[in-house]
C-alpha cells in the first residue's frame, strides 16, 4: 500500500487541526500484553450472507505476528475480499500524479515562509534525515509536508517499505484468486485532504511539527490498543483526535462510513461470505460501521473478544 494512502486518516487528523489531545495520552503500552495480539473482528448475518468486518492499523511492525484464529478462519471462508483503495501499479502512478497536480505549491512559493524558523529547522532535519531531497519539500503543500514530516519522523528507518494488516490480507486474497473490490479510488481519498483551507493546513502543519515529540507515544497507544483487541479504549483514542472538530469527523469517517454502507449491504444481501477491511477508525465508536449496521437491524457479534467467546452485540440474543 502507498505511504499516503496507508496514513490517510491519522494524517487527515493532523491536518484538521484535531492534533493528539493530552488527555489521550497514557502511559507506556505494555509490550507483554501484545505477545498474543487478539485484534477485533466483527461477523455480520443475513439471509444466506455472512460478512466479516476487520478494522487495520495501516502500519504495523514488521516483527508483529498479529493474525488471530479468528482472522485466519474469516480469511479463510471469505469469497471475496474488500478494501478502502487499490494498490496496484495504477493506483501509484495516479498517486504521483495526484500529488504533481496537488501537493506542490506555486513557482516562487516555500514553506519556509509559512513556519518559523525552529519549526522550518525541525521540519527539514526530519526530511533531510529521511532522504528527501530538501528542494522539494520546501514546496510541498502543507497537507503534504504533513504527510511526509509524520513518516519520516515516525519511520524513518523503513520509510520506503511500511506494511500494514491491508497488505497481508491483499497478498492472501491474491494468491488465492478471491474476488478484490474497493469503496474509493485515491483520487477520491486523497481529494479530501486537498478541500482543506490553506490557512487551516498552515496551523495544523505548525501544530505537527510542534508535537512531534509525543507521537511515538501516541502510536503505540493505537498500536496497543488495536492488537489488544480492545474496541472501546481505541475508538476513544480516536474520538481524542477529533475532540472539538466535528466537521473533520463527518468528513473524514462518517460521511464516507455512509457512502460505504449500502455496498456492505451488497455484500450481504448477495448471500456469499465476505470480508471487508477499513481503517480501525471507521468500525469502532458510536458512529462506526458496527453501530451502522445494528442501526439497519443487522446480526452482528464480535468474534472471540479478547481470546474468550463471541460476543452479540446486535440482533437475536444480544
Known amino acids: 500500500m502507498s505511504a499516503l494512502s496507508r496514513v490517510f486518516a491519522l494524517t487527515a487528523c493532523f491536518l484538521l487541526g484535531a492534533a493528539f489531545e493530552q488527555s489521550a495520552i497514557a502511559a507506556a503500552p505494555d509490550t507483554q500484553a501484545r505477545a ?3 485484534p477485533a473482528i466483527w ?3 443475513h439471509g444466506q450472507g455472512t460478512l466479516y468486518l476487520f478494522g487495520s492499523l495501516h502500519i504495523l511492525p514488521n516483527t508483529l505476528s498479529w493474525k488471530s484464529p479468528e482472522v485466519d478462519a474469516a480469511m479463510h471462508a471469505a469469497e471475496v475480499f474488500m478494501f478502502e483503495v487499490p494498490v496496484d501499479a495504477r493506483t501509484l ?4 500524479d495526484f500529488i504533481v497536480r496537488n501537493g506542490i505549491l506555486p513557482r516562487g512559493a516555500t514553506l ?5 524558523q525552529d519549526q522550518y529547522r525541525t521540519y527539514s532535519t526530519i526530511l533531510k534525515g529521511a ?12 497537507w503534504l509536508a504533513s504527510v511526509m514530516v509524520g513518516l519520516a519522523y515516525l519511520h524513518r528507518q523503513d520509510f520506503t517499505n511500511l506494511k500494514g494488516a491491508d497488505d497481508v490480507l491483499i497478498a492472501y486474497a491474491q494468491s488465492q484468486g478471491k474476488q478484490l473490490r474497493y469503496f474509493e479510488n485515491i483520487e477520491q481519498q486523497l481529494g479530501l485532504l486537498t478541500r482543506i483551507d490553506d490557512a487551516v493546513q498552515i496551523k495544523a502543519l505548525r501544530d505537527l511539527i510542534d508535537t512531534l515529540p509525543q507521537a511515538r507515544e501516541h502510536e ?5 490498543s488495536w492488537a489488544k483487541g ?26 464516507r462510513n455512509r457512502a460505504w454502507l449500502p455496498r456492505i449491504e451488497a455484500l450481504l444481501e448477495s448471500g456469499s461470505t465476505s470480508l471487508v ?3 480501525a477508525a471507521h468500525v469502532g465508536g458510536d458512529t462506526g460501521l458496527v453501530q451502522d449496521l445494528c442501526a439497519e437491524g443487522y446480526d452482528v457479534e464480535r468474534l472471540g473478544e479478547e481470546g474468550g467467546p463471541s460476543v452479540k452485540v446486535c440482533g437475536p440474543g444480544a
Open 93 to 96: 502512478a495516479a498517486e504521483k
Open 230 to 255: 480492545d474496541a472501546n479504549r481505541l475508538a476513544t483514542l480516536i474520538d481524542g483526535y477529533f475532540a472539538g472538530h466535528p466537521d473533520a469527523k463527518k468528513l473524514l469517517i462518517e460521511d
Open 131 to 142: 532522504g528527501l531531497n530538501a528542494q522539494l519539500f520546501d514546496r510541498y503543500r502543507p
Open 220 to 224: 503505540a497507544e493505537l498500536l496497543d
Open 112 to 116: 519556509r515562509a509559512a513556519l518559523s
Open 277 to 279: 477491511t477499513v481503517g
Open 43 to 45: 461477523r455480520v448475518h
Open 36 to 38: 498474543f495480539p487478539h
